[in-house]
């Protein structure tokens, strides 16, 4: 059979069909594969026809029609089904072919394949892809990570497809070995996860405590979309609250309050827990999405459960100027803990990770895009080794300034029971930040107190542990030191 391919994309659900039309559309050759066959004749009989796109049933016929280096991507469900597709593949390539996984990998899964293709002399890139169906098919923010020697082969193919943003600059770029283009995608969901909630509880303080209706609220969205916080977010929640059913409902007003999710955000907690960072923010969000699924239990809580009731007799205007203040801190806050996470991850397994790349592939087709992630990216071109974000001038004095108001939402949420759990824990975060003393050393004392784990004194070196026989019957046995 002869090579028809540049590219051959498995898979053909809305991610990966909508791919195969961006990288038609800009001139490669693209082999298609499903295993549901009544799906890829549909494919080939509708939205591909006329376009350089070949289709198969079998997969060894889809494969040998590529092009050598055979360049295979899977846009199938993360999980046993890349491993069962994988297996099924590897016969079928030869040394030098390419393997990519544009899915919502885990990053260990990635890391793990990555070293099994490798040894057989293959190559494996594990890639995010961000954007939803519009992104991937007008170009998405596309995050490539894997075996390096493979990147040159897929480079051309990746920028052209890839969201422009800048001077024209396309919104991908290679970011290290194994893992660390999935892990980079798995922190932009969990960001993803932040922003989405930050937005949610200013909906839920203009509504619920200032009373105003989806116009008014669709106006200041509007309004805030065109400032600082002017994002992708900001945009479609503005269209959302100025949706009508047929009748004139706000939709909005009819849609159930009970949220899913798909498990990076989970995954972003669970690695930050594993590697010791304050990921607060994005946690909380995670956490008030289960919350909203736990319906049943609300309505009950609600009939038990009462809080204050208090209508808001002040100055409308200034308070949604002081929300949209908070929110654009508290969004600061919840960036800079998920760069923190990233340097650290890229600190432990060496992938030299740049975070200024970072910002500008996001900056462009994905869904946390803004103008935002411009000054982010500057922050750490100006200084490739910042410590912190909150470090960098400009963000260290919006946060400073911005500050004010966020304690001013919070509270006023507190005092009328409206939850804001991330508004808050951003909150927390900054002033836990920047405290010179936490109440650490109560914690300390109690963990040696009831179980001889030892503490260091401010009087001594760091590393010097001490224990002390609190009861006089304790005895001077200590418990190892150690840290999770």
């Known amino acids: 059979m002869s090579t028809t391919a540049q590219i051959g994309v498995a898979g053909l659900a809305v991610m990966g069909e909508n791919l195969v039309m961006n990288m038609a559309g800009k001139g490669f050759s693209v082999a298609v594969f499903n295993r549901t066959t009544s799906k890829t004749d549909a494919f080939l009989s509708g939205r ?26 899977m ?16 016969p079928l390539l030869e040394p030098g072919d390419i393997i990519i996984d544009g899915g919502n990998s885990n990053y260990e899964d990635t890391r793990r394949r990555v070293d099994t293709v490798d040894r057989k002399g293959l190559y494996y890139i594990g890639s995010g892809v961000s954007g939803g169906e519009e992104g991937a098919l007008k170009g998405p923010a596309i995050m490539p990570g894997g075996s390096d020697t493979a990147w040159p082969h897929l480079e051309p193919i990746f920028t052209a497809i890839a969201a422009k943003a800048g001077n024209d600059e396309p919104c991908c770029g290679w970011l290290g070995p194994d893992g660390a283009g999935h892990f980079v995608k798995m922190v932009h969901n969990g960001i ?15 509504k619920q405590h200032l009373g105003l209706n989806s116009d008014q609220i669709h106006q200041v969205f509007s309004d805030w979309n065109n400032g600082n916080l002017s994002s992708y977010l900001i945009e479609i929640t503005a269209d959302i609250f100025a949706y009508k059913e047929p009748d004139g409902t706000v939709l909005i007003e009819q849609i ?18 594993d590697y010791g960072i304050p990921l607060s923010l994005i946690s909380e969000s995670v956490f008030a999405r289960c919350l909203s699924a736990m319906k049943d239990l609300r309505l009950a809580a609600a009939k038990r459960l009462h809080g204050p009731e208090t209508a808001y007799t ?53 869904i946390i895009r803004s103008a935002f992630l411009d000054r982010i990216a500057a922050a750490y071109e100006n200084q490739p080794k910042l410590e ?91 418990s190892t030191t150690y840290n999770t």
């Open 48 to 73: 591909a026809q006329g376009l350089p796109i070949c289709g198969f049933h079998r997969l060894q016929d889809f494969v040998m029609a590529l092009e050598r280096p055979r360049r295979v991507m």
């Open 75 to 90: 846009m199938l469900k993360a999980g046993s089904v890349i491993d069962s597709f994988i297996e099924q593949l590897l």
């Open 192 to 206: 993803e996860y932040g922003d989405m909630q930050l937005i949610c509880e200013s909906y839920q303080v203009m």
């Open 256 to 273: 159930l309050d009970t949220a899913g999710q798909k498990g990076t955000g989970k995954w972003t907690v669970n690695s930050a827990l």
């Open 314 to 366: 002040g100055d409308v205007k200034e308070i949604v100027e002081a929300l949209g203040s908070a929110l654009y801190g508290a969004k600061i806050i919840s960036y800079a803990q998920g760069f923190a996470l990233l340097h650290e991850a890229s600190r432990q397994y060496n992938w030299n990770l740049n975070p200024a790349l970072i910002a500008k592939i996001w900056r462009g087709g994905c």
């Open 388 to 478: 912190h974000l909150l470090f960098d001038d400009y963000f260290a004095e919006t946060i400073n300034r911005t500050q004010s108001d966020l304690r001013r939402i919070v509270a006023t949420a507190a005092t009328n029971g409206i939850p804001i759990p991330c508004l808050s824990s951003a909150l927390a975060y900054f002033d836990g930040l920047r405290s010179k003393r936490l109440p650490a050393n109560l914690l300390q004392a109690q963990r040696d107190y009831f179980g001889a784990h030892t503490y260091e004194r401010l009087d001594r070196e760091r590393g010097e542990y001490f224990h002390t026989n609190w009861t006089g019957t304790g005895g001077d046995t200590t």
